[in-house]
């Protein structure tokens, strides 16, 4: 027992397909992943090189994971 206790999830503030500007902040785990932050949320890119700020697109929001694709 970790003394995990239920409760609300947070609201999703973004949509799939929603293009969202962001400030990449980190590596991520994986080869050309980056870790961007907007609207006070992390936000995964994949296949990124960038660093800075980018445009990304929203392509999955599960269970407030946000994985999004580089755009510009």
């Known amino acids: ?21 962001v ?5 991520g785990w994986f080869k050309n992943q980056k870790i961007g932050v907007a609207k006070n949320r992390c ?7 960038k660093s800075g700020n ?5 392509v999955e929001n599960k269970n407030n994971l946000y994985l999004a694709r580089l755009i510009k």
């Open 43 to 49: 936000i995964i890119i994949n296949d990124c090189s």
């Open 23 to 27: 400030i990449i902040k980190a590596d």
């Open 54 to 58: 980018a445009i990304v697109k929203i």
């Open 1 to 21: 027992d970790f003394g995990i206790k239920k409760c609300k999830s947070l609201e999703k503030v973004f949509e799939i397909g929603e293009k969202v500007v």
